[in-house]
């Protein structure tokens, strides 16, 4: 691989939190003859390197600085805290794939059109850093923040390893910058038909506003959107529908055997209770069941009237969660 003009030790190095030790030799040219063969340009160590840019007043603007890199050779140490600023080359250039960068900082660095694949971004911070034409293809980015990130359609994410798809925002409690950048991935991962991921990332930016009304006070939304979540998980689990039917049916069935059914007759079994929820739910009506008992059913069917909304309203919520899951 070829890396000109120093771009890569500039990726590795800029924030000034880890130096970068690598197999490669870095090189010297004239500014109008960049075209030499590596045979014909005059090496320099790292240490020609620092006092070039010294001697440059502190950056690499401006040295024609040409390097030959073997990618598979490079590795990171977080001792040093140098800070060399070296000059950028075009994006295609760059390969550096399967390299640890978790935890660093990139806010702002241009990665666009760099192949990043297998790398380990976990927790790294990407914070307005330039990911157009980049390749994320199995880069772990589990925990990284990618708050106003420059990505786009030819961001590469397809194969990308989310882990938990919980963001560095989002466990800093950085609620309204999470909300943000999960929309955002939600919107990729759906342009690009992968639905089953834009669903996790729909879920937690749903989950993450809740929680900054939470963070701003607003107890009462806050308990609105906490309800939400568990009877429909805004919107994508039919699993939690399909318990939410069922608490609801028999939490009502316990109300109707413990207060009891008939009042005028004392309490019934719990089967018939139970069947009196059921029926009540799907809002079917009783038919002979009630009329053949000859009893006034009471305050009951006022609960049942009530039961009948809420069954109406989560048998819906059930089909549009189902159909949303299974039909795209």
Same mark, same amino acid.
């Given at each position: 691989?070829?890396?000109?003009?120093?771009?890569?030790?500039?990726?590795?190095?800029?924030? /000034?939190?880890?130096s970068?030790?690598?197999?490669g030799?870095?090189?010297?040219t004239?500014?109008?003859?960049?075209?030499?063969?590596?045979q014909q340009l005059?090496p320099?160590?790292?240490?020609?390197?620092?006092?070039l840019?010294s001697?440059?007043?502190?950056t690499?603007?401006?040295l024609?600085l040409?390097?030959?890199?073997?990618?598979?050779?490079?590795?990171i140490?977080?001792?040093?805290?140098?800070?060399?600023?070296?000059? %950028?080359?075009?994006p295609q250039?760059?390969?550096?794939?399967?390299?640890?960068?978790?935890?660093?900082?990139?806010?702002?660095? !241009?990665?666009q059109g760099?192949?990043?694949?297998g790398a380990?971004?976990?927790?790294?911070?990407?914070?307005?850093?330039k990911?157009?034409?980049?390749n994320?293809?199995n880069?772990?980015i589990?925990?990284?923040?990618? =708050?106003?990130?420059?990505? !786009?359609?030819?961001t590469q994410f397809?194969?990308?390893?989310?882990?938990?798809?919980?963001?560095?925002e989002?466990k800093?409690?950085?609620? !309204?910058?999470?909300?943000s950048?999960?929309r955002?991935?939600?919107?990729w991962?759906?342009?690009k038909?992968?639905f089953?991921?834009?669903?996790?990332?729909?879920y937690r930016?749903? =989950?993450? =506003?809740?929680?900054?009304?939470?963070?701003q006070?607003?107890?009462?939304?806050?308990?609105q959107?906490l309800?939400l979540?568990?009877?429909?998980?805004? /919107?994508?689990?039919?699993?939690?529908?399909?318990r939410t039917?069922?608490?609801?049916?028999?939490?009502?069935a316990?109300?109707?055997?413990?207060?009891p059914?008939y009042p005028d007759y004392?309490?019934?079994?719990?089967?018939?209770c139970?069947?009196?929820?059921?029926?009540?739910?799907?809002?079917? /009506?009783?038919?002979? %069941?009630?009329?053949?008992?000859?009893?006034d059913?009471g305050?009951?069917?006022?609960?049942?009237v009530?039961e009948?909304f809420?069954?109406v309203?989560?048998?819906?919520?059930f089909?549009?969660?189902?159909?949303?899951?299974?039909?795209?």
């Open positions: 691989m070829v890396v000109t003009r120093g771009k890569l030790l500039q990726i590795l190095v800029k924030t /000034g939190a880890f970068v030790h690598f197999e030799t870095f090189f010297f004239d500014e109008n003859d960049q075209q030499l063969s590596a005059r320099l160590n790292r240490d020609d390197i620092k006092s840019i001697a440059n007043q502190g690499a603007e401006g024609p040409y390097a030959q890199v073997n990618k598979r050779n490079i590795s140490s977080s001792e040093s805290r140098e800070y060399i600023e070296c000059l %950028w080359s075009e250039d760059v390969t550096i794939t399967r390299i640890d960068f978790s935890n660093q900082d990139f806010t702002g660095i !241009d990665f760099a192949d990043l694949r380990n971004l976990k927790n790294a911070v990407l914070w307005q850093a990911l157009r034409g980049a994320l293809w880069a772990m589990e925990g990284a923040k990618l =708050w106003r990130a420059d990505f !786009d359609s030819t397809e194969g990308t390893n989310w882990g938990n798809y919980q963001l560095g989002e800093e409690e950085l609620y !309204d910058e999470a909300t950048t999960y955002r991935l939600m919107i991962h759906r342009e038909g992968l089953a991921k834009e669903e996790y990332f729909h930016e749903w =989950w993450t =506003w809740c929680q900054s009304l939470k963070q006070k607003k107890y009462l939304s806050f308990a959107y309800i979540n568990w009877v429909f998980g805004y /919107g994508i689990s039919y699993r939690k529908v399909i039917v069922f608490l609801v049916v028999v939490g009502f316990l109300i109707y055997f413990l207060l059914l004392g309490y019934v079994e719990f089967l018939k139970l069947y009196f929820s059921a029926i009540s739910f799907t809002a079917l /009506g009783y038919g002979a %069941w009630v009329s053949t008992t000859g009893a059913l305050w009951p069917k006022y609960i049942g009530i009948a809420v069954g309203f989560l048998l819906a919520l089909i549009t969660t189902f159909t949303r899951r299974w039909t795209r």
